[in-house]
T-cell receptor, first 115, second 115 residues
Framework: AQKVTQAQTEISVVEKEDVTLDCVYE???????LFWYKQPPSGELVFLIR??????QNEISGRYSWNFQKSTSSFNFTITASQVVDSAVYFC????????????FGKGTKLSVKP | NAGVTQTPKFRVLKTGQSMTLLCAQD?????MYWYRQDPGMGLRLIHY???????AKGEVPDGYNVSRLKKQNFLLGLESAAPSQTSVYFC??????????????FGDGTRLSIL
């Protein structure tokens, strides 16, 4: 079965703290892609990153970084020096070969960054 | 610079009424999707389309119908609305699925309440 688990329902941090959002996935496919989306309070879904199953290099983009580990089926997202504007719901999603391009979403992690 | 546009943004219906949600994209994408988002559930796929004139069921298709008469438009219909269909509906589009790594582009959502 294909599945994405985001065990952290809500996280609250104080501004400038680092925070890691966990994502664990399940799939039998050898070719798949993982995504992170951000949903700010305004409600839209914003694409953040995609990673394919053959590339385990970590990625850094400004204050954001992603750690993909196939051995543990995890694709974790870290925000360094968090800011109030990072407050949002973050979704991890899986796209696999049999899915016709459909995304399987985790239930999301609500991040609150307090000043 | 429209991207994916959903109409309407808000709607309140009475049980048993019907309505159609419209999704329009101007990126010439082949694939289009309808998701619903419920609290604590993440996004779940209702129906999707891999091209003009084609549609397919997703994870939660019951009570909904769709049509893709034109490549740029994807309509979601509720024939007889039920309170369980109260949700936020998102439309998305992407390039052809043979390239799984293409991110889906989302509309801003339609908030639908069924009384």
């Amino acid at each position: 079965a294909q599945k994405v688990t985001q065990a952290q329902t809500e996280i609250s941090v104080v501004e400038k703290e680092d925070v890691t959002l966990d994502c664990v996935y399940e799939t039998r496919d050898t070719t798949y892609y993982l995504f992170w989306y951000k949903q700010p309070p305004s409600g839209e879904l914003v694409f953040l990153i995609r990673r394919n199953s053959f590339d385990e290099q970590n990625e850094i983009s400004g204050r954001y970084s992603w750690n993909f580990q196939k051995s543990t089926s995890s694709f974790n997202f870290t925000i360094t020096a968090s800011q109030v504007v990072d407050s949002a719901v973050y979704f991890c999603a899986l796209n696999y070969g049999g899915s016709q391009g459909n995304l399987i979403f985790g239930k999301g992690t609500k991040l609150s960054v307090k000043p | 610079n429209a991207g994916v546009t959903q109409t309407p943004k808000f709607r309140v219906l009475k049980t048993g009424q019907s309505m159609t949600l419209l999704c329009a994209q101007d990126m010439n994408h082949e694939y289009m999707y309808w998701y619903r988002q419920d609290p604590g559930m993440g996004l779940r796929l209702i129906h999707y389309s891999v091209g003009e004139g084609t549609t397919a069921k997703g994870e939660v298709p019951d009570g909904y119908n769709v049509s893709r008469l034109k490549k740029q438009n994807f309509l979601l219909g509720l024939e007889s609305a039920a309170p369980s269909q109260t949700s936020v509906y998102f439309c998305a589009s992407s390039y052809i699925s043979s390239r799984l790594n293409q991110p889906q582009h989302f509309g801003d959502g339609t908030r639908l309440s069924i009384l």
